[in-house]
């Protein structure tokens, strides 16, 4: 009996060490793999949903965040940026359901956990065909459309050829304007801790929000080695100029929300008050101390702005407003 009872703690040792062996080398080849569970049962808790639905033959994943109060149907679709996911919003979206908001997060064609179709199209007008075709697919009745970097770009895009189909428009530290490029464009999908370092810093020049240990940066450069080729395509229709939208933005008619970080280094804050030269019925919101990851990195003062803006009426307008750095 005791020599069974020996085996069994023996065998339970073996497999709790084989596990925690696993789980080391899962970490190292993924060391964002805890933060990813995290984010999930973040989302979870909130109420957040994940689904898929075929837009124009591929398979596209989307975050959706049902409202938590009785009342009309208040649709808001969240794009993402560059390299990015709908997840990267898990702060906004919960928050705006919470306010009877029903909220849409996708993820672009080759991003997330939709379909990466080998030789597929990235471009811009690709990805906006992807977003009007989830949009008239799930049958979404007038959205206000939010992009963030890159999901900016598309957002305005977007609402500049099918305005019927937009509500309200809102732009955090959104590309889209012609800007000189003053650095390497492999920084976008970085192969070396040079070009890593040189990405973050300009994300998060001071990196109060992003603290990468050492023993995750091999990780994260085969997360972005994966994602390369897509990052790749669409970066280069985003370079090639025929998209640029210096001379179309003036056309939007709808309310317009740009927010942006005042520290921004990748979308400097000079684009933003272009933006709100060429849309006088634009608000802008500067937020102090934020850079590139302002609606992550300074959620507490983003989200009452969002709100204030989605739920105006009549729609604020002609605003120029800069908020106070957070406290740390």
């Known amino acids: 009996m005791k020599q069974g009872r020996k085996r069994a703690i023996v065998a339970a040792a073996g ?30 808790r909130h109420g957040v949903q994940h689904h898929y ?29 560059l390299g990015a996911r709908g997840s990267d919003w898990a702060v906004l979206t919960p928050a705006l359901a919470a306010h009877g908001y029903h909220v849409y997060a996708l993820d672009l064609l080759g991003y997330g956990a939709s379909d990466k179709p080998l030789g597929g199209d990235f471009s811009l007008s690709s990805e906006e065909r992807i977003i009007s075709g989830f949009v008239d697919t799930l049958h979404i009745q007038k959205p206000d459309v939010a992009g963030w970097s890159m999901g900016g770009w598309l957002a305005a895009k977007y609402a500049l050829d099918e305005p019927e ?19 390497p464009l492999q920084m976008f999908a970085p192969s070396s801790k040079a070009d890593l370092d040189a990405l973050l810093y300009r994300i998060e020049p001071y990196k109060p929000f992003i603290r990468l240990p050492s023993f995750a940066v091999p990780g ?23 998209e640029i939208l210096d001379f179309r933005l003036q056309h939007l008619k709808m309310p317009v929300l740009i927010v942006w970080g005042t520290e921004d280094k990748l979308t400097p804050m000079t684009m933003a ?14 937020i102090k101390g934020c850079g590139h990851l302002a609606v992550a990195e300074c959620a ?10 989605l739920a105006a009426d ?15």
């Open 314 to 328: 009549p729609p604020l307008t002609s605003i120029d407003r800069t908020l106070p750095a957070k406290k740390r």
């Open 165 to 183: 189909k937009v509500h309200r428009l809102l732009l955090y530290d959104s590309a889209g304007l012609y800007m000189p490029l003053d650095f």
């Open 273 to 286: 008050e272009k933006m709100h030269e060429l849309l006088p019925q634009s608000v802008l919101v500067r």
């Open 300 to 309: 507490s003062q983003v989200i009452p702005v969002t709100l204030r803006f």
């Open 15 to 44: 497999t709790i060490a084989a596990l925690a062996v696993c789980s080391l080398v899962l970490l190292y080849l993924n060391p964002f793999w805890l933060v990813d569970r995290g984010t999930d049962i973040y989302l979870w």
């Open 220 to 242: 994260l450069l085969r997360r972005f080695h994966h994602s390369a080729r897509v990052v790749d395509s669409t970066l280069a229709s985003m370079l090639d100029g025929k």
């Open 53 to 81: 639905v075929n837009v124009n033959a591929h398979r596209i994943h989307y975050l959706e965040a049902l409202p938590k109060q009785a009342g009309p149907d208040k649709p808001v679709l969240l794009i993402h940026g």
